[in-house]
């Protein structure tokens, strides 16, 4: 089992990590950020595979991973 640790303020809400996550359990926050932007969120940790595709993805690198 994986844990994802995604840093909310530097998010942008691109969103790309949503998109690439084989399994969607990244979705968007109902809560706004510093910037004003609604960040992306964890959804599931349990089911997260581990395969980090999110983390490669995101261009501002708010994304980590641990086995």
């Known amino acids: 089992m994986a844990k994802v640790k995604i840093d909310i303020e530097k998010c942008k809400g691109c969103f790309l990590c949503v998109s690439f996550c084989p399994k969607r ?10 910037r004003g ?10 089911q997260c ?5 999110c983390a490669v993805i995101c261009p501002d690198c708010c994304i980590e991973i641990y086995k």
């Open 25 to 34: 359990l990244i979705k968007p926050d109902s809560k706004l950020n510093r």
């Open 49 to 53: 595979l581990g395969c980090a595709m």
């Open 37 to 46: 932007v609604r960040p992306a969120k964890m959804e599931i940790d349990s």
